[in-house]
């Protein structure tokens, strides 16, 4: 089944999710989202907040009908429908799944009420509610007579820069080495744990092609620094 919906995948998701999408990268999303952080901590620029959203438990709360009504107004086959009616229904599932949305919107106290009613909306219609105490609001440093409006409306606690998205840093900057130091930590504790193996010069290699070079090509993917990578080469 899954072979088969690839093919028409990318005709069914919006432009905006590219993961998992023949012909799109996750990547895109993280350029993206960089692109609306630059310059975040400028005063002079026009004011913004990202809003980071955690849903409390999704799989087990979502609504099952929610979601086979979706699937009827995107116009799939009947037949279709019951497949997916039964193994939601009759199946039993053990999913660890971290339900977690990003949103970028203005600054303002009108663009939050927005947003919040939509999360609001959202919730009714498919079950899945926002954990308040693991979702977080980004203010830009434009943001300051309706800071507080902002914090008391939407009841998160105020987060800062950097966040993690997608597996990598969001920074407000160019990014630096020292953003990087997840990446580095990761490696050297691969690299640590490879010291008491006797392996030949080719296992070693080996090794290197397959866990250290899986690690930073997604980051690499996106983006990463000609000393961050010079760092990498050396082993440090």
């Not at 116009?75 to 949305?101: D, P, V, Y």
């Amino acid at each position: 089944m899954v072979s088969r919906m690839q093919q028409v995948l990318q005709l069914l998701i919006n432009y905006s999710q590219n993961a998992f999408v023949p012909g799109r990268s996750i990547a895109d999303n993280v350029l993206l989202a960089q692109e609306l952080l630059a310059g975040y901590n400028q005063v002079r620029l026009p004011q913004r907040c990202t809003i980071k959203v955690d849903i409390q438990k999704a799989y087990d709360l979502v609504n099952w009908d929610f979601i086979l009504e979706s699937l009827r107004i995107f116009n799939f086959l009947a037949r279709f429908i019951s497949w997916i009616e039964q193994c939601i229904t009759s199946a039993m599932f053990s999913i660890s799944l971290n339900g977690s949305m990003h949103g970028f919107l203005k600054g303002t106290v009108s663009s939050v009420r927005t947003i919040k009613s939509a999360l609001t909306e959202f919730a009714e219609l498919s079950g899945l509610h926002v954990n308040p105490s693991k979702s977080t609001i980004i203010l830009s440093k434009a943001v300051q007579r309706e800071r507080q409006s902002i914090l008391d409306l939407m009841g998160f606690q105020e987060g800062s820069l950097p966040i993690k998205y997608l597996g990598v840093p969001l920074v407000s900057s160019r990014l630096s080495v020292a953003d990087c130091q997840p990446l580095l930590d990761k490696i050297n504790m691969r690299l640590a744990g490879w010291n008491h193996l006797n392996l030949s010069l080719a296992g070693h290699t080996q090794l290197i092609k397959s866990v250290l070079s899986s690690l930073h090509t997604y980051w690499a993917s996106i983006f990463i620094s000609q000393s961050l990578s010079s760092r990498l080469l050396r082993g440090e």
